[in-house]
């Protein structure tokens, strides 16, 4: 993969395999798709093996309707599949469709420590004050994301910048298990956090991360957006008065400038300074229509196709049904070597 960190030397032992993750827990936004959707697909193309899950257990972690977390994650599903990840290259599937997931987060869950969950700025921003009212399940969140990750052996895991602290928990998850038990056994996994569109921020406010959970639908272009509803909100996308410079430092102190232009950069598989040097001295009056139209033609045929998939919610069952049979299939051996180094009798 050519935007991969090198494998560290301790992880030669490890075939190449990339593992990442979303989850059904609203509609897919474009952040999900510059940050990972497309970055997924470039990983499967450069015939690397690849491992994409549906993470409906991270979901659950706050509230989820049981009808709209299954409509979620079928839509989810559906995404994946319009965003060009083909189940026939990569493995695709529904976490909790392989129960191994939870059985080794268990495991994780008795060497990670409090206070590493503690620290952890996702759990402090989705707890907010209420810590205590806040569930079990979402305080233990990274230890089952480090589950999800090491029982593939994965050794790179393409993810947007919000989630590089949680990587981070699972290397040293990894580093403790393996010293603990004196064994080599689970690599050291190389978060691949690159490219233009790693953090894209919220349209009406550059200082936020693009979200799902963002009340303001206004906030983010969703994939299921129609054409008319992408250029209506990056009209009304917070700007500023000035050109747009031609060179990146011109948009150091412009955040919401500067998300634009990255957007722009990240669909059209631009850099920004390439980006610059066609648009440096337009207004965003002459650059926003500019940037709905490449939106509308990048979206809509992945939106069209999420649609049509949607009618055959058979046909999507069948495929995750089969991708958890071949996840299985790499999980259920690396669980029982674990339990055969925990102690564990089979
Ligand atoms: N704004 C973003 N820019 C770039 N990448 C992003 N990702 C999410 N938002 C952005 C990446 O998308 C993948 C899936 O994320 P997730 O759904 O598992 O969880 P999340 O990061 O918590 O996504 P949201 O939209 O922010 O959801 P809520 O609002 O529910 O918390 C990850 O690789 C993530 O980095």
């Not at 009808?67 to 079928?74: D, F, I, M, N, P």
Request: proline share 4%; net charge negative.
């Amino acid at each position: 993969m050519t935007d991969a960190a090198a494998t560290q030397p301790s992880n030669a032992a490890f075939t190449p395999r990339v593992f990442s993750g979303i989850q059904p827990s609203g509609d897919l936004h474009l952040g999900n798709y510059l940050g990972a959707l497309k970055r997924f697909a470039d990983a499967q193309n450069q015939g690397i093996e690849t491992v994409y899950c549906m993470v409906d257990q991270h979901a659950i972690t706050v509230w989820q309707d049981p009808a709209e977390l299954r409509r979620s994650t079928r839509e989810l599903a559906a995404g994946f599949i319009a965003s060009g990840i083909d189940p026939a290259k990569s493995i695709l599937f529904n976490q909790s469709q392989v129960a191994e997931h939870a059985q080794l987060a268990w495991v994780f869950n008795c060497v990670a420590r409090m206070g590493w969950m503690q620290r952890m700025t996702q759990w402090k921003d989705k707890a907010g004050k209420n810590q205590q009212n806040a569930s079990l399940g979402l305080f233990a969140y990274p230890s089952l994301m480090a589950a999800d990750i090491l029982l593939y052996h994965a050794t790179h895991v393409p993810v947007g910048e919000d989630q590089k602290q949680h990587l981070e928990l699972t290397r040293d998850i990894a580093t403790k298990f393996n010293n603990d038990f004196g064994v080599d056994f689970f690599p050291i996994t190389e978060p691949v956090i690159t490219g233009t569109a790693t953090r894209v921020m919220s349209l009406r406010d550059g200082a936020k991360k693009m979200s799902k959970s963002d009340p303001s639908d206004a906030s983010r272009i969703n994939m299921t957006d129609d054409a008319d509803t992408i250029a209506k909100k990056i009209r009304k996308a917070k700007s500023d008065a000035d050109a747009l410079p031609s060179e990146a430092k011109g948009l150091e102190e412009r955040a919401e400038a500067r998300n634009l232009v990255n957007i722009y950069a990240a669909m059209a598989d631009m850099s920004v300074d390439a980006v610059l040097a066609e648009v440096g001295g337009k207004q965003f009056s002459e650059f926003k229509p500019m940037l709905a139209e490449l939106a509308v033609e990048k979206l809509a045929p992945i939106s069209a196709e999420m649609a049509r998939l949607m009618q055959h919610e058979d046909e999507i069952d069948a495929i995750l049904r089969a991708g958890a049979d071949r996840a299985r299939a790499i999980a259920a051996p690396i669980l029982q070597k674990t339990y055969d180094i925990v102690g564990m009798i089979r």
